[in-house]
């Protein structure tokens, strides 16, 4: 199968929306609802109170035409040496082929070709309700805990996020899938 992989815009909304409801169980871990009819949307857009916008990239790995995984990305978050995995999900159905680990190295691909930007270390935060599935993804890919927790609320959800890091030249990149540059 032929991968693909490339920035989402908001032409692309109902492609992500329509992931995202591949995997209702993810949703209620991190939110306690099912996906919502604009999680799509807030995805592309959503950034941290204070973080310029130009610094969030939506990327999709598209196979055969269709967007099997998405990774949400804040260059130069929480400084500037640091790039922020908010998101990276699997369309349902599909887990265990190999695809969040592609689309992972997509991730760092892309951030090794991002000009002007010093990052140097990638980070994440894992939500305890969702740790017994998102732990053993993110250590096998070589994300070690910081030491830092942080409280989590989402309307009557309330958690906390252990943060993980590890070096962006850290690990192998495998394969990459082909890169497609908008315009």
Do not use: C
Not at 23 to 52: C, H, K, M, N, Q
Not at 91 to 97: I, N
């Amino acid at each position: 199968m032929s991968q693909v992989a490339r920035p989402l815009g908001t032409d692309d909304v109902d492609e992500l929306q329509a992931l995202l409801e591949t995997v209702p169980e993810y949703a209620e871990r991190i939110t306690g609802y099912p996906p919502g009819p604009s999680d799509g949307l807030s995805v592309l857009l959503s950034v941290p109170d204070g973080f310029d916008p130009a610094g969030k990239h939506g990327l999709g790995l598209w196979e055969d035409g269709r967007l099997v995984a998405f990774a949400d990305v804040l260059v130069g978050y929480p400084t500037s040496s640091v790039a922020y995995i908010g998101l990276l999900v699997v369309r349902g159905g599909l887990h265990g082929r190999g695809l969040g680990r592609a689309m992972h190295d997509t991730v760092v691909s892309f951030l090794r070709s991002v000009d002007g930007a010093p990052v140097d270390r990638l980070r994440l935060g894992i939500v305890a309700t969702n740790a017994d599935l998102a732990e053993p993804f993110w250590h096998a890919l070589g994300y070690e805990a910081t030491g830092e927790t942080k409280p989590y609320r989402y309307d009557h959800l309330e958690s906390t996020v252990a943060l993980r890091e590890r070096p962006l030249g850290g690990g192998q990149v495998r394969e990459r899938p082909r890169w497609e540059h908008p315009g």
